[in-house]
């Protein structure tokens, strides 16, 4: 574990730290932006790459162990703690720290792959000098509203202007109100906007989703949440906009090593996944087959302040046979009791996760999953 203490969340000046610690990559950038599936975008297009033999450096935000969020083929990468000097001289937030050591790991990488902690050009690791090849919009909901503002298409906005002049920017279809900004940006600094294809004609065989892309049929991912098939559309046609060539065989050898910490766990009777915007609750109520296999399945919720609560219980209603709302103890950054009193009525508040009958399927990001599990031990 990294120890970022003595490092507050007000940015400093991170232009000048990045210079001069002299790490600048060198290879081509990636950056991934949007509100939910950036992890597991990153996820897939790092194990793309490396079956195709490339050498991949990739920076989360998903693990329990902020040292484990810097990876290189795969694994915890080596990091120069002697950068945290540096960092307390220009006043770096606890997220630059981490990414200014991060940058140690990734020297000799081929391809370099950054999820943004939240927004675009609001993130707090965004800098001018990072100029990415590519930029990857996984998708626009919510979330965030205190930093990104409250519309979705400024929140759009915000993750489509980390693309620079003469790259591309990679995503699916907006809807109509987030459509016109991020295409009158990309006119205006001449950025090539690619649409990803989705995958077609997904089913199930046994415990592995089996589904056709571009020329790609009846390739299989161990999952049983519908949702990771736009996450593997956006790594695949990632890696065709880099220019590279992957035949079938390795892209199943790349889909075959893909797995995340707090996506998809089973513990016990219990499942845990990060959700926290309506896109990714909607892609859970769907794939409700699957993940009850014939029992009946409640939920868990813990919501965030600023998430799109409104939006996310119809469809937890809507999908599962009981639904509960919790927090965690002492972190303000949730919802509590009070905060649900519109919503009680319907959605009973438990603070004692042991309580939890049944199978039931635990959702939050990754805070409360790690308390969730702590707790249900």
Request: aromatic fraction near 8%.
């Amino acid at each position: 574990m990294i120890d970022l203490r003595g490092f507050g969340s007000e940015s400093g000046n991170f232009d000048k730290a990045l210079r001069k610690s002299g790490l600048l990559p060198s290879c081509p950038l990636v950056l991934v932006a949007g509100s939910s599936g950036k992890s597991m975008t990153i996820a897939y297009l790092d194990a793309i790459l490396r079956a195709l033999g490339k050498k991949v450096g990739a920076y989360y935000n998903c693990f329990d162990d902020n040292e484990d969020d810097i990876r290189v083929d795969g694994q915890r990468g080596r990091i120069d703690t002697s950068l945290l000097s540096l960092a307390k001289k220009y006043d770096l937030s606890a997220e630059q720290a981490k990414f200014l050591l991060a940058l140690s790991a990734y020297k000799d990488c081929d391809y370099l792959l950054i999820e943004q902690p939240l927004g675009g050009v609001s993130s707090p690791i965004y800098s001018e000098l990072l100029e990415p090849s590519l930029t990857i919009l996984t998708s626009v909901g919510l979330d965030h509203v205190e930093e990104l503002g409250t519309t979705e298409s400024s929140i759009a906005l915000d993750c489509a202007a980390l693309a620079v002049r003469d790259s591309v920017l990679l995503s699916f279809d907006l809807n109509e109100l987030n459509e016109p900004p991020v295409k009158e940006y990309c006119e205006d600094n001449k950025v090539k906007w690619v649409k990803a294809n989705a995958p077609f004609r997904p089913h199930y065989v046994g415990d592995r989703l089996v589904f056709d892309i571009h020329n790609y049929p009846n390739l299989a991912i161990f999952t049983p949440v519908a949702i990771e098939m736009l996450d593997v559309a956006l790594a695949v046609e990632a890696a065709k906009e880099l220019g590279l060539s992957v035949d079938r065989p390795t892209l199943q050898l790349g889909l075959d090593n893909v797995s995340l910490p707090n996506h998809h766990e089973k513990r016990g009777l219990h499942l845990f996944d990060c959700a926290s915007s309506p896109e990714m609750i909607a892609a859970l109520a769907k794939s409700y087959p699957s993940l009850a296999l014939g029992e009946p399945l409640s939920v868990v919720f813990a919501a965030k302040k600023g998430s799109n609560v409104a939006a996310i219980l119809p469809l937890l209603d809507n999908a599962f046979d009981k639904v509960c709302l919790t927090g965690v103890p002492g972190d303000e950054g949730f919802w509590n009791e009070d905060d649900f009193f519109l919503f009680t009525a319907d959605h009973p508040f438990i603070e004692d996760l042991s309580s939890v009958e049944g199978k039931a399927l635990i959702l939050g990001d990754k805070r409360f999953l790690a308390y969730a599990k702590e707790r249900l031990k």
